[in-house]
């Protein structure tokens, strides 16, 4: 067992009551991918907008796989193993990621990536005893080789546990002895919202680039060459990020792709996602253009601007 810290704890989300000592959520689909070979480092550099050349022993490293035009392909967790680099990408996108990064390597690159996503779970532990709790669960031969990680509040709720698949029952069964909660994903994602997380298949995607949905953090700006490069340097530049996700507050529901509307009648963004939550009611995160992303900006969400319902740019996070 081993702590890989790197990340504080401010502006993590208030815990809900019902939280509270802690609540805990298995993440479906995680993906954890072992880089092998003496290239790994160069070849991540290249594809990737974070320096790896930062990743240290017991510091989780944070960096985007972009397209060729810097769009959002994964954003990946990389964590410096013994002769590898650990890498865990987001829920449902470990497949799609693996293709693209063999496809990458040239026949001269001294790398192997490999897919050990099925003897791995991954758990969200939510609370002020996070890290205690992940501490005490990391014990035990069945945990051999378990890990926990403090993330950035953009990427988690809280601590990030890996470990082994066969250690599941045991770690849920000792959670629910010392009184922490299971969060249902309908519950995890009000209070993803409500925190202003990306999140994949809504902001983390193909449709963004790292830069419009507050990914700044792993983008470094005096690296090499890599996939997408000159476009992002022109966003930094230039100035040319021209929509940012911030939080919205809805008037009533509205369904993600919803389209935003300013009161001079332009097009203003679009809903990415959507939650009612129990706490701050109809609240959601959207990709708005400047500069009606300026908090407190009031505009309307429909179909067009005369049948749209008010709707108010809000800063993140809700809680």
Request: hydrophobic share 40%; with cysteine.
């Amino acid at each position: 067992m081993n702590e890989q810290q790197g990340f504080s704890e401010r502006n993590r989300a208030e815990t809900p009551a019902r939280l509270k000592p802690g609540g805990f959520y298995f993440l479906p689909d995680g993906g954890w991918l072992r880089i092998q070979g003496e290239d790994r480092a160069a070849f991540l550099q290249r594809q990737t907008t974070n320096d790896v050349g930062l990743l240290q022993v017991g510091r989780p490293l944070v960096t985007v796989l972009t397209s060729p035009t810097a769009r959002i392909i994964d954003v990946l967790i990389l964590l410096h193993e013994e002769n590898e680099i650990g890498v865990i990408t987001l829920p449902g996108y470990v497949e799609k990621t693996v293709r693209f990064l063999r496809g990458r390597i040239f026949f001269m690159d001294k790398v192997t990536v490999i897919d050990d996503s099925a003897n791995w779970a991954q758990m969200e532990l939510i609370g002020e005893q996070a890290s205690e709790m992940a501490a005490a669960l990391c014990v035990g031969k069945e945990f051999e080789g378990a890990r926990y990680l403090s993330l950035p509040p953009t990427l988690s709720l809280g601590y990030r546990l890996l470990l082994p698949r066969q250690a599941v029952p045991v770690a849920r069964s000792a959670l629910a002895a010392a009184g922490w909660v299971e969060i249902s994903t309908e519950e995890r994602h009000i209070l993803r919202v409500e925190a202003g997380l990306p999140a994949p298949h809504s902001e983390l995607t193909e449709e963004y680039t790292p830069l419009e949905v507050g990914l700044q953090f792993a983008v470094s700006s005096t690296k090499g060459c890599y996939t997408g490069q000159e476009v992002i340097a022109r966003q930094i530049t230039y100035d040319k990020v021209t929509r940012r996700l911030g939080g919205v507050r809805l008037s009533a529901p509205a369904p993600v792709g919803a389209r935003l509307w300013a009161e001079d009648g332009a097009f203003a963004g679009e809903l990415t996602s959507f939650a009612q939550s129990p706490r701050f009611g109809a609240i959601g995160l959207a990709v708005i253009k400047r500069p009606y992303d300026e908090t407190g900006t009031k505009l309307q969400i429909g179909e067009n601007l005369e049948t749209g319902a008010p709707a108010l740019v809000t800063p993140l996070p809700f809680a």
